[in-house]
C-alpha cells in the first residue's frame, strides 16, 4: 500500500516498513522478499551488534527483550497491569514523591492567602522555614494532598480490575476515586448507578483526610454533577490548578503518563490548559523518577506538548520558566512572582519546573515554591512531588517527616502503589478488599 501511493514512495514504504518489523519482528516478513534483498547478511550482522551493545539477544517474532514489563496503566483499556522494578532505588522515589508533596503542601497551607510582604512580616525576613499552625495547625496538608492520595488510590484499584477482569478504563476507575474524595468532604455523592453505591475501600474511612481544607470550587462543582468530563466533551473552561496538582502519583507508573494526567485532569478541568498542564507535570515526574535528569525530563514532555491542540498557553508559561531559570538570577520570591501565583496550571506548572530547576537541594526548593504571594499550598505540593520523585526519600529532611500529619496513611498508600506495579509481584496478595476493581 505504501509503494503504491506515488510520490516519494520509496521513502513512505520504507519507513513503513521499518515501523511494521519494529512491531512485528523479522518473523512478521515474507520469507521470499527477505531471501531475495540485498546485502540481507550485512543488515542482519548490524543488528546483531545493535543487539550486543544493548545486551539483548534477537528475538524471531515480536520483541521480548528479558526484564521489559508489560504494558503499564495508560488512559484507555489495557491488556494487563503494569510492572516497575520495584528496587530499593524506586521505593524510595515513590515515597519521596508522596510524602514530599504533602510536606510542602502542609510548609504552604498556613501562608496560601497571604502577600509576600505579610509573610516577612509575620516570620521574618526569611520567611516560613518550618511547619506553621495556620488554621489546622502545624503539619496538617489540605485538599492538594487528599486528591493525589485518591489519584494513587484509584491506580491501584485500576490494576486490580485490570488483573480480575482483563480491561478496565483507567480514567473512570481514578474518577470514582475523586467521588470518594468528595464523600470525605462531606457531600451528597452522586454515584453512578451501575456501581455499587456508598463507601468502599480503606482511604475513604481515613479519618485523617475526612476534613475539608480549603476544597477547590472547581473540584467540588465537577464532581457533584456526577458527569465525568473529558477532552472531547468537557464540563467547563476552567483551567485552575486543582487539575495539575493531584497527578503525580500518574507518573510514578503510567506507560504514558502525559495522555492519561490529561484524561485525569480533565475530568473536573475543561480548558487545554487546565489538562496540558497536568499531562507535561507527569510526564516530567516519570521521567526524573526514572533516573533521567530534570532538563532531559522536561525537554521530552515538551515534546509531546507540542503536538497537543491548545498548548501555546503551557508551553509560553514552561518557557518563561526555563529562561528565568538559566538567567542566573538570585532564585528568591520575588523571581518565582515573576511567573504568576500559581492558581492556574499552567503558572503552577511553570514555578514548579522553575524552583526545582535552581536547586538541587529538597528544603530549598520546596521553601522557594512555597514563600510567594500565590497559591503557596498548590506550588509547594508540586515541588516536593516532583524533588521527591527525583531525589528519592532520603532527600527529604526528617525533621519535616517527623512532624507531618498522617504520615502513616501515606507510607501505606505509597507503598501499595510500588507493590502493585512491580515487576514479578505475586497477585495473589493483592488485597482487593481494599482496592475493589471499580
Known amino acids: 500500500t505504501a509503494v503504491s501511493g506515488g510520490y516519494d514512495a520509496d521513502t513512505v514504504a520504507a519507513m513503513t516498513g521499518a515501523l511494521a518489523g519494529g512491531l512485528h519482528g523479522e518473523a512478521g516478513f515474507p520469507r521470499p522478499l527477505v531471501d531475495d534483498l540485498e546485502y540481507v547478511d550485512e543488515l542482519r550482522s548490524l543488528g546483531d551488534r545493535l543487539l550486543e551493545l544493548a545486551g539483548r539477544p534477537r528475538s524471531a517474532g515480536k520483541c521480548a527483550c528479558p526484564g521489559d514489563p508489560p504494558s503499564a496503566l495508560s488512559g484507555a483499556a489495557d491488556p494487563g497491569p503494569g510492572r516497575i522494578p520495584l528496587h530499593p532505588d524506586r521505593v524510595s522515589r515513590i515515597l519521596g514523591c508522596l510524602l514530599g508533596g504533602a510536606i510542602g503542601d502542609a510548609l504552604g497551607a498556613p501562608i496560601e492567602f497571604s502577600?509576600?510582604?505579610?509573610?516577612?512580616?509575620?516570620?521574618?525576613?526569611?520567611?516560613?522555614?518550618?511547619?506553621?499552625?495556620?488554621?489546622?495547625?502545624?503539619?496538617?496538608?489540605?485538599?492538594?494532598?487528599?486528591?493525589?492520595?485518591?489519584?494513587a488510590e484509584g491506580l491501584v484499584r485500576a490494576a486490580?480490575?485490570?488483573r480480575d477482569r482483563g480491561s478496565c478504563d483507567v480514567r473512570l476507575v481514578i474518577w470514582h476515586a475523586y467521588q470518594r474524595w468528595l464523600d470525605t468532604q462531606g457531600y451528597e455523592v452522586p454515584w453512578d448507578a451501575e456501581y455499587p453505591a456508598g463507601r468502599s475501600g480503606w482511604l475513604v474511612e481515613e479519618p485523617a483526610l475526612r476534613h475539608q481544607r480549603a476544597p477547590g470550587p472547581t473540584c467540588l462543582s465537577a464532581l457533584c454533577s456526577g458527569q465525568p468530563?473529558?477532552?472531547?466533551?468537557?464540563?467547563n473552561d476552567r483551567k485552575g490548578c486543582g487539575g495539575v496538582m493531584r497527578v503525580a502519583p500518574i507518573g510514578l507508573v503510567s506507560d504514558d503518563p502525559f495522555d492519561l494526567a490529561c484524561k485525569a485532569a480533565a475530568l473536573t478541568h475543561g480548558h487545554p490548559s487546565g489538562y496540558l498542564a497536568a499531562g507535561l507535570f507527569a510526564a516530567v515526574v516519570a521521567g526524573v523518577a526514572s533516573g533521567a535528569s530534570l532538563r532531559l525530563s522536561i525537554d521530552q514532555a515538551l515534546e509531546r506538548l507540542r503536538l497537543q491542540a491548545g498548548h501555546e498557553e503551557t508551553l509560553r508559561a514552561v518557557q518563561g520558566a526555563l529562561a528565568l531559570a538559566a538567567s542566573g538570577r538570585e532564585p528568591a520570591p520575588e523571581a518565582v512572582e515573576m511567573l504568576g501565583g500559581g492558581w492556574v496550571a499552567e503558572e503552577a506548572v511553570a514555578i514548579t519546573l522553575y524552583c526545582a530547576l535552581v536547586t538541587s537541594d529538597f528544603r530549598r526548593g520546596v521553601l522557594l515554591a512555597v514563600k510567594h504571594s500565590g497559591d503557596s499550598d498548590s506550588t509547594g505540593s508540586m515541588v516536593g512531588n516532583l524533588m521527591g520523585a527525583a531525589l528519592g526519600l532520603d532527600a527529604v529532611p526528617t525533621d519535616w517527616l517527623s512532624g507531618l500529619d498522617a504520615r502513616p496513611v501515606i507510607e501505606r498508600l505509597a507503598r501499595d502503589l510500588g507493590a502493585t506495579f512491580a515487576a514479578g509481584s505475586d497477585d495473589g496478595n493483592f488485597d482487593r478488599d481494599r482496592y475493589p476493581g471499580w
Open 115 to 151: 502577600s509576600l510582604h505579610d509573610i516577612r512580616r509575620h516570620y521574618g525576613p526569611a520567611g516560613v522555614a518550618a511547619f506553621a499552625k495556620g488554621e489546622w495547625g502545624p503539619g496538617v496538608f489540605t485538599d492538594d494532598t487528599q486528591m493525589t492520595l485518591f489519584t
Open 160 to 162: 486490580g480490575r485490570l
Open 229 to 235: 468530563g473529558s477532552i472531547e466533551e468537557p464540563l
